[in-house]
C-alpha cells in the first residue's frame, strides 16, 4: 500500500502563446489502501490529476509523492487504466496480460501464473486465446484490470473505466473492483461523472470545479459495503453531493 500526496501541485499548458491552467495548484493526501473518488465537469483537471500522480506528465508548480519519494516519471508501482482498456489489438487477452511481465523478463513459468491468477480474478479463465474484437466491453475492461493487477501495482489510477459500458456491465464489474480491492488493499484512485458510482465505491469523494480544476468539496462515505445503488442513504449521499457539484460550492460534509 502507498501513501499519495499532492503539495501544492498544479499544472498549465501553453497554447497560442497563453497560459492556460488546467489544474490550480492542489492539496489532497490520498491514505494507504483507501478508495477515492474524483468527480467533477468534463475538462476539469480530473485527468490531469491522475497523469500527475502516473508520472505521464509533470507538474507546473508543488508536488507529486508517493511515500515521501517525488514522482519523477512512470511506475509500474502505479497503473492507470484508461476508458477504452487501451488493449494491445495484435496480442490475445493472455498476450496482453503478460505483456508487463515480459518487459520485465519473468520467466515463462512465472508469467503463466501470474496471468491464471489475474484472469481468475476478474472471471476471464476460458478466454486466454481471444482477441480485443471479439470480446464485449467488459470483458475487454476486465483484460485490462487484469493486465494492470498482473504487475502488482500499489496504487491503481482509473480514469472512468466503466463510463462506455452497460447498467448491468458496469454494475457487475463494481462487484469484482470493490471484491478485488479488498482482497488486494491497494490503493486507487478513481476518476467519474456518475455521483451514485463514486458513492457507490469510495471512502471518500472528491468534488472539483469548472475548469481549470480545484478542489471545492470533500466527503467522507461511511456507509456500510458492500453497497447497492438503491440503498436509500446511497441515494441521499448522491443528492448531497450532487447538489455540491451543480453549485460549484465549497461545502465539505463532516467527516
Known amino acids: 500500500m502507498r501513501r499519495v500526496r499532492l503539495s501544492g501541485a498544479g499544472k498549465a499548458y501553453v497554447q497560442r502563446g497563453q497560459l492556460l491552467p488546467a489544474l490550480l495548484p492542489t492539496d489532497l493526501d490520498v491514505a494507504p489502501g483507501e478508495f477515492l473518488c474524483i468527480i467533477g465537469p468534463s475538462g476539469c483537471g ?3 490529476l491522475l497523469n500527475l500522480v502516473a508520472g505521464l506528465d509533470e507538474p507546473t ?6 511515500d515521501g519519494e517525488p514522482v519523477t516519471g512512470p511506475s509500474t ?3 492507470p487504466i484508461f476508458q477504452d482498456g487501451a488493449l494491445f489489438p495484435w496480442l490475445d487477452v493472455r498476450g496482453n496480460v503478460e505483456f508487463g511481465l515480459r518487459q520485465r523478463g519473468v520467466p515463462a513459468a512465472q508469467r503463466a501464473a501470474v496471468v491464471r ?3 481468475d ?3 476471464l479463465t476460458g478466454f486466454e486465446r481471444s482477441y480485443a474484437h471479439q470480446l464485449s466491453g467488459g470483458m475487454r475492461q476486465r483484460t485490462a484490470i487484469a493486465r494492470a493487477l ?3 501495482p500499489a496504487v491503481l ?5 466503466f463510463g462506455a459500458l452497460d447498467a448491468l456491465t458496469r454494475e457487475r464489474l463494481y462487484v469484482e473492483l470493490e471484491t478485488i480491492w479488498e482482497s488486494t488493499g491497494k490503493t486507487i484512485l478513481f476518476v467519474t461523472h456518475n455521483v451514485r458510482e463514486a458513492v457507490l465505491l469510495g471512502d471518500r469523494v472528491v468534488v472539483f470545479s469548472p475548469r481549470p480544476g ?3 468539496a470533500e466527503f467522507r462515505v461511511d456507509l456500510p459495503r458492500p453497497r447497492a445503488m438503491t440503498d436509500h442513504a446511497l441515494a441521499d449521499r448522491s443528492a448531497e453531493i450532487l447538489a455540491c457539484l451543480r453549485q460549484g460550492m465549497a461545502e465539505p460534509a463532516a467527516a
Do not use: F, N, Q, Y
Not at 157 to 161: A, F, G, K, S, Y
Open 46 to 48: 480530473k485527468s490531469t
Open 61 to 66: 508548480v508543488g508536488t507529486v509523492e508517493v
Open 77 to 79: 508501482d502505479r497503473v
Open 117 to 119: 491468477r489475474c484472469l
Open 121 to 123: 480474478m476478474v472471471h
Open 150 to 152: 498482473a504487475l502488482d
Open 157 to 161: 489510477l482509473m480514469d472512468e473505466p
Open 214 to 216: 480545484r478542489i471545492v
